[in-house]
């Protein structure tokens, strides 16, 4: 099992950053590659960002390309995701996941954080 704790939301301007965190425990961190993915109202959730367990590959979303970076420190089991020149459309809830390689998918989720950002 590992538990993941997601902080770092709140509201910003449109235009401005914020730096999600995501603290891992339990089994070891650096064994899984790692996702962020959000959830607007009214709308799926959807992937935004991954990264290798070494960190050494990303992958994103097109809308957040060059905007968002996503990150991990596998010694302080956590993983992060940048997020600059924040649109209203970037507000959601925002989920990190655990990708469970032999089962083919994400398979632990934290409990998300809040971005809000007005315009």
């Known amino acids: 099992q590992v538990q993941l704790v997601e902080s770092g939301g709140g509201l910003v301007q449109a235009g401005g950053s914020v730096r999600l965190s995501c603290a891992a425990s339990?089994?070891?961190?650096?064994?899984?590659?790692m996702g962020w993915f959000r959830q607007a109202p009214g709308k799926e959730r959807e992937f935004v960002a991954r990264i290798s367990w070494s960190g050494g590959a990303t992958n994103y979303i097109e809308s957040v390309e060059g905007r968002f970076t996503i990150s991990r420190d596998n010694a302080k089991n956590t993983v992060y995701l940048q997020m600059n020149s924040l649109k209203p459309e970037d507000a959601a809830v925002y989920y990190c996941a655990a990708f469970i390689a032999n089962r083919g998918e994400y398979g632990y989720w934290g409990q998300g954080t809040q971005v809000t950002v007005s315009s």
């Open positions: 339990g089994r070891t961190f650096s064994y899984y590659p």
